[in-house]
Structure formats: structure tokens, C-alpha cells
């Protein structure tokens, strides 16, 4: 995603934030800063994958909704790498694991029962992902052939599709304005499914995220 994408998707979200803080929240309503270390894979079988790290940043708004439940939404950006096996094509016996980036944004609207109050909650909830290609960290490896194909090149399967939706799940302690949590993404969608579309060795590319993500959040 460019620049200009960015700042829309935060603009557009900051309006629609305020909107329905003033409208819904009067009673408890927070907002809050976020960051985190990210776990991140592809779980298919046309992919030799290594599970890499990443960060998550954003901003987050959590409001009381009714008797135990609170609503919590937000926009994150994120940077996630992960490996893919590949080999030399003019030496075969020169292989390696390509490391590979995913940048991009996610917005968030999740349910939140309280355990305990403000301190102890479960957090679910659907999740909108938009994201750039999946591009090869080293120039030096765009032209490696991947595992498992004769023709198919690390720089081919950069196009996945950008727009996906996950879902998640997690668990989030700590004090009233400053939070820990660990939270479980799955990518509901075929994010390969855009590979589909250009006429690659393989027609028929299947995959789906999966993100395990440890994070603060500070509340004003």
C-alpha cells in the first residue's frame, strides 16, 4: 500500500471513531495506543513456509456495550516476514529459505467479555485485512525457483490478494489503563487466491494467515 492509502485508511477510521464514541460510549470510553510482536506463517500446501516475526502498531478504542461486554475497535499497522523455500535456478544445489515481507493495515472490531472488570477480559472478533505485496526482502533471490516447481520464481507469487478478513481471539489482563495481551488471527479468506489469476505453473495456490500476536496497549 502507498502512503496516501495509509493516511486515508487512518483518517477515514479517526472520523468514524469519534463519531461513534460520542454517539454510544458516554458512559466508559477509552482510547488507546497499541504495539506488539508478531508471530506470522501461511498455512498451505503449495508453499514450503517458515513461520517469521513482525510488529503491529496502532490505535484502539474500547467502550462499554451492555451488562459484561465491552466493544473495542481500531486500526493497526503491520510488518510481517516469513520464509519460503526456495533453490538457485542456475544451481539446484544452492537452497535456502527467502525471506519475504507483508506490509500493511488491519481494521479491527472486536467483542470483549469482562472476566474481571477493567482488568480480565476475552476478546473475539472480526478483523479487515489490507495489505501490500508480499515482497522479497533481496533482489538477490527474486528469480530462485520456489520448492516443489520447475518454473515458478520467488518473485512471482508477490501479487497475493490485498484484501482478506480474518478473524481472532485472545485473552488481555492487566491494569484499567495500561494492558498485555496475546491474540490468535486466522485469515478466513484465501489470501493466494490473486496468484489464481496470472498464469503461473501452479492454478490452483491455497492459503490462509495465521498470526499469533503479543501486545501492550496504553489508554488515555
Given at each position: 500500500?502507498?502512503?496516501?492509502?495509509?493516511i486515508?485508511v487512518?483518517?477515514t477510521?479517526?472520523?468514524?471513531?469519534?463519531?461513534?464514541?460520542?454517539?454510544?460510549?458516554?458512559h466508559?470510553n477509552?482510547?488507546?495506543l497499541?504495539g506488539?510482536f508478531?508471530?506470522?506463517?501461511?498455512n498451505?500446501?503449495?508453499?514450503?513456509?517458515k513461520?517469521?516475526?513482525?510488529?503491529t502498531a496502532g490505535f484502539?478504542?474500547?467502550g462499554a456495550?451492555?451488562?459484561?461486554f465491552d466493544?473495542?475497535y481500531?486500526?493497526?499497522?503491520?510488518?510481517?516476514?516469513?520464509?519460503?523455500?526456495g533453490r538457485?535456478?542456475?544451481?539446484s544445489?544452492?537452497?535456502?529459505?527467502?525471506d519475504?515481507?507483508?506490509?500493511g493495515?488491519?481494521?479491527?472490531?472486536?467483542?470483549?467479555?469482562n472476566?474481571?472488570?477493567?482488568?480480565?477480559?476475552?476478546?473475539f472478533?472480526p478483523?479487515?485485512?489490507i495489505?501490500?505485496?508480499?515482497?522479497?526482502?533481496?533482489?538477490?533471490?527474486?528469480?530462485?525457483?520456489?520448492?516443489g516447481?520447475?518454473?515458478?520464481?520467488?518473485?512471482?507469487?508477490?501479487?497475493?490478494s490485498p484484501?482478506?478478513?480474518h478473524?481472532?481471539?485472545?485473552i488481555?489482563?492487566?491494569?484499567?489503563?495500561?494492558?498485555?495481551?496475546v491474540k490468535?488471527?486466522?485469515?478466513?479468506?484465501?489470501?493466494?487466491?490473486k496468484?489464481?489469476d496470472?498464469e503461473?505453473?501452479?492454478?490452483?495456490?491455497?492459503?490462509?494467515?495465521?498470526?499469533?500476536?503479543?501486545?501492550?496497549?496504553?489508554?488515555?
Open positions: 500500500m502507498s502512503l496516501k492509502n495509509y486515508f487512518t483518517l477510521f479517526l472520523f468514524i471513531q469519534n463519531s461513534i464514541a460520542q454517539r454510544n460510549f458516554d466508559y477509552r482510547l488507546g497499541t506488539g508478531s508471530l506470522y506463517d501461511i498451505t500446501s503449495d508453499l514450503n513456509t513461520q517469521g516475526s513482525g510488529f484502539t478504542t474500547r456495550f451492555r451488562n459484561d466493544l473495542i481500531g486500526i493497526d499497522f503491520f510488518s510481517n516476514n516469513i520464509e519460503i523455500f538457485n535456478a542456475n544451481n544445489f544452492e537452497t535456502q529459505y527467502i519475504y515481507n507483508l506490509q493495515v488491519q481494521i479491527k472490531f472486536l467483542g470483549s467479555y472476566i474481571i472488570k477493567h482488568h480480565l477480559t476475552l476478546e472478533g478483523i479487515l485485512n495489505s501490500g505485496k508480499l515482497k522479497v526482502d533481496k533482489e538477490q533471490f527474486e528469480d530462485y525457483i520456489l520448492d516447481y520447475t518454473t515458478l520464481k520467488a518473485k512471482d507469487i508477490e501479487g497475493v484484501v482478506n478478513f478473524v481472532m481471539g485472545g488481555t489482563g492487566g491494569l484499567e489503563s495500561f494492558r498485555v495481551s490468535y488471527q486466522y485469515g478466513v479468506t484465501n489470501m493466494l487466491n496468484l489464481n496470472d503461473l505453473e501452479n492454478t490452483n495456490f491455497k492459503g490462509n494467515s495465521s498470526t499469533i500476536i503479543f501486545a501492550l496497549v496504553v489508554y488515555f
